[in-house]
């Protein structure tokens, strides 16, 4: 079976607007599903942002099921154990946790969340630095045709190699938008993703629904047009690099290597 970030044709490939020269941004809100006013603001945002939902939590379902049908990316927000022992909530990944425990677990977590694309870590610096436990993820995220990115909130992080090694397409944060919410500190991240964005052609900027937050992405994510910066989900980003990699000359992209080679996209 063919995962699902890869489900694109050749025809559909080619019917892509081209935008020359355009670089990406890659923009992840976490932490979605407890707040619904919060989460209705997120959805109203420009699409296609990329949406990181908790798994268990009070609308993660219901927002995940409208974000999706208006054009947004869908990820869970995968709870991950922290080095200061921080709670989880519902659907955590413990370090002590056994293989069949942890991925029962984690199977639960994407099932809660309707249309899921691709997973990051919510917290996770202790868990993203075990690579045993991290090879366990992957097993399920590779089982299920699904992406990952590395939020990076360790430099110990062994996410990104393991999911290389699973097989697993993937990506990792550059960028953390919203640590301080003042606006000259969302402008100064903000301006540093697109920086990036310009030099390497794509950046993954990670932030929050904060109300600071959305305030200042709904002034300035319609801004990005002009400036040749387009937003884009993480799958299509993925499907799209994988596809380009991957096709020659003289023959279509093959679709066994889609579905067993992973990406790790450098700068």
């Known amino acids: 079976m063919i995962p699902r970030i890869i489900l694109i044709s050749a025809v559909l490939a080619a019917l892509m607007p081209i935008h020359a020269n355009a670089a990406e941004l890659l923009l992840i809100l976490d932490d979605i599903g407890n707040n619904r006013a919060s989460g209705e603001r997120a959805l109203a945002l420009p699409a296609p942002v990329n ?16 974000a999706y049908a208006r054009g947004h990316g869908i990820m869970l927000h995968a709870p991950m154990a922290a080095d200061h022992g921080a709670r989880l909530g519902p659907g ?8 069949q425990t942890l991925q029962q677990i984690l ?21 993203t630095s075990r690579p045993q436990a991290m090879a366990w993820v992957m097993a399920i995220a590779r089982q299920q045709g699904l992406f990952f990115v ?30 301080e919410t003042d606006e000259a500190a969302l402008q100064r991240q903000f301006e540093q993703a697109l920086a990036l964005a310009r030099r390497r052609g794509y950046a993954v900027l990670i932030g929050h629904p904060y ?24 799958n299509d980003f993925l499907s799209q690099r994988l596809w380009a990699r991957m096709s020659s000359p003289a023959l279509p992209p093959s679709r066994y290597l889609l579905h067993s080679s992973g990406a790790r996209l450098t700068p």
């Open 51 to 66: 949406l990181a939902f908790l798994p268990h939590t009070p609308y993660a379902a219901r927002l995940a099921e409208q």
């Open 107 to 127: 199977s639960d977590n994407l099932q809660a969340v309707p249309h899921v694309q691709g997973l990051n870590n919510h917290m996770g610096s202790l868990l």
């Open 92 to 99: 955590g990944l413990q370090a002590d946790m056994d293989q």
């Open 211 to 234: 109300p600071q937050t959305l305030d200042f992405l709904q002034r300035r994510l319609p801004a990005l047009t002009p400036r040749d910066i387009r937003l884009t989900r993480v």
């Open 150 to 179: 590395d939020s990076l909130t360790s430099p110990a992080s062994v996410a990104l190699a393991q999911a290389r090694a699973a097989g697993v397409p993937a990506l990792e944060r550059d960028v953390f938008l919203d640590n």
